[in-house]
């Protein structure tokens, strides 16, 4: 539940995927100098890295994706609302120049993530967990050919097979 890059320069609000774009993580992303698996909305682009939902999901290891990625990206969300739950002023309309407005909003980041690596209480009244219902996109081609990489990661993870493994493993145990 930590704040690993934030992006803060437009006034209002901008499209996630608008800040993505502007952001570090993703350059690190593109020169492999991190390493992994970020999970996006529909609002996101499909990219090697960067997987989303499954639109009309048609096997059931398409359907198990669906679900772990949507119950992962909860985790985001909640984080979001201790964020603001923390930090009041990131709720309403902050009434200082874009400047200012761009150092609170940073300082609010640093600062709960200290709260967090410390392990301050959560802010009272936390919001519930939200149920998110996501929009999802179908696996699009990527300059013209089909994006093989989630397709595969999905059969990996969540196929059939993993499947029985697990249950001749809880067998055993």
Known sequence: ????????????????????????????????EVKGILLGDSGYPL????FTPVLRPESAS?????????RTRCTVEHTF??????????????RVKLFTAQKVILACAVLHNVAMQ????????MPAMPRL???????QPVHGRPNAIP????????GDEVIIFE???????
């Open 47 to 50: 990219l090697p890295y960067l």
């Open 118 to 125: 410390n392990h301050d209480p959560m802010p009272d009244r």
């Open 151 to 158: 397709a595969a990661f999905i059969e990996r993870h969540f």
């Open 62 to 70: 398409e359907r198990r994706y669906n679900i772990s990625h949507i």
């Open 81 to 94: 609302g201790v964020w603001k739950r923390r930090f009041p002023c990131l709720s309403m309309k902050l």
């Open 167 to 173: 249950k001749i493993n809880m067998i055993w145990k």
């Open 1 to 32: 539940m930590e704040i690993m890059d934030i992006v803060c320069r437009w006034q209002g609000s901008a499209h996630d995927a608008r800040i993505f774009h502007n952001s570090r993580l993703k350059l690190k992303f593109e020169t492999n």
């Open 133 to 139: 219902e996501v929009p999802v996109q179908r696996l």
